[in-house]
Structure formats: C-alpha cells, structure tokens
C-alpha cells in the first residue's frame, strides 16, 4: 500500500542514499533561507513535523537537533522550536562573518572604514609571530545584514598571507574568501569575548547610544601549518548577537 502524501505536499523518500532525518533538514533549512521560516518564527510541532513527513518522532528530533548544532533554529522549554533570530557562529566551527550571515540567508556587506598596507607595531607583530616592521593589511569595516549596522570589525594580517589583493573590493567581499584565493585558508581560532560600553565612536557607526552594550570578540586566526594569519576584534551590538559554546563533560 502506497503510504499517504501529507496534505502540505512535503514527503521524504525513502529510496536514496539521504537518510530520512537529512531530507528533513534540507527542506527546514530551504524554508528558512526562502524567508518562509523567518527569524523568532515558531516551528510547527514535533507531532505536527511528524505527520507533514510521515516520519517518527525520533527522525524528526534528529532533524531538529542537527538544525540547532547549525546554528538555525532554539529550543525553548515548553515551548517548542524557533528559528534563530540573532547572528552566531556554529559552536566549535571556525566562520566568518561572511560565512556566517550567508548560512542564514541573510546579505553581508561592509562599509570600509580604512584600508592600508603599513609596517606592523610592536604589539601586533607579536601578536602574529611576524618580524617587526613586516608589512601588514589593516582592513576596519563596519559590517552590515540586510543593510543594518551590527557590528565594527578590525583585522590585521601579514600581507604576505593575501598576496595581491588590490583588486578586492573589501565592501561586499570576504576576507577569509581571499585568504583562499591565495591558497591559504583559516583552520582554527583562540577567541576571547568581552563586554564593553559603546563609546562615542561605536555608537554613532553602530546607530545606538553611548554606553549600548557591545559583545567584542578578540580573534587570532591559525592556518593548517599553525601558522597565525590574522588577528582581529570585532565588535558586536547586543541586540543582534549571542555568542554560544558546546561544553562536555
């Protein structure tokens, strides 16, 4: 007997190699990324995912735990399932912004503070583990989802770790995309967050008021060869961020 459609139309196959709770999780996250399923938008039920795939209660939850481990969609006690509404990265991935606005279907963009290549300070070329003097990019951008201000972000990096970058426009395009094109690519970061005050600068670039609680993240970049690539501080507004960690015991 042929198993009934569910009345919305979504089914997943069980003939392939994609296991079940996977094609559950690509059709959630199209929704999402389609704007179907928009940021603080409450999931349907486990019961109600349960008839809609056809699927058990364990296929769904795994559905679902997968989508949260990707940073898409919270739980909430009593509640139920959300998608995710403030930008973060994937606990225990190494992202950047860039890859992590695109992983929500949101549009980064940046508006270049400064750009320059100069000498390296003290403090940063022992921060890189460069000689000092070593030249280096200085790259500050204000980064932007959807058009709106969120967060300040300054890197540094050996220059050369970039090669020639001076036909890179640094407003819409990724830094960590052109680490790649140079052959080199980030593999792991030590990252600190601290809570700040906006000060009179941050809040007029950010658009809030002076004393608008920041979450500042101070990042060292390594490559596979542990190589330090690019330090970096980024400065969040509150309201559009949460950082969130995996602990194990």
């Not at 890859?99 to 750009?115: H, K, Q």
């Not at 201000?149 to 770790?161: E, G, L, N, Y």
């Not at 960590?176 to 600068?201: I, Q, T």
């Amino acid at each position: 007997m042929a198993r009934p459609k569910p009345a919305n139309g979504s089914v997943v196959s069980r003939v392939g190699t994609t296991s079940l709770w996977e094609q559950i999780v690509i059709d959630l996250q199209n929704e999402i990324s389609s704007g179907l399923l928009e940021p603080g938008h409450r999931l349907p039920s486990e019961t109600q995912l349960c008839k809609r795939f056809g699927v058990s209660r364990v296929t769904v939850r795994q559905a679902l735990v997968t989508l949260e481990q990707q940073g898409l969609i919270f739980s909430q006690a009593g509640k139920g399932w959300f998608v995710e509404s403030s930008l973060h990265e994937v606990p225990g991935q190494v992202q950047s912004f860039t890859e992590m606005a695109r992983s929500r279907g949101l549009t980064p963009d940046s508006i270049v503070l400064t750009r320059e290549l100069r000498a390296a300070s003290l403090d940063e070329a022992d921060s890189l583990r460069i000689a000092p003097g070593s030249e280096v990019m200085s790259l500050r951008r204000v980064r932007r989802l959807d058009g709106h201000c969120v967060a300040i972000d300054h890197s540094v990096v050996p220059a050369q770790m970039l090669g020639d970058v001076s036909d890179i426009d640094f407003a819409n395009a990724s830094l960590h995309d052109a680490f790649r094109r140079n052959g080199v690519a980030p593999f792991r970061a030590d990252y600190e967050m601290l809570a700040v005050a906006a000060d009179e600068e941050q809040s007029s670039l950010l658009e809030v008021q002076v004393g608008f609680p920041l979450l500042t993240a101070r990042q060292i970049f390594y490559d596979a060869q542990d190589r330090r690539m690019e330090q970096g501080t980024i400065s969040y507004r509150s309201d559009r961020y949460s950082f969130r960690a995996v602990l194990h015991v």
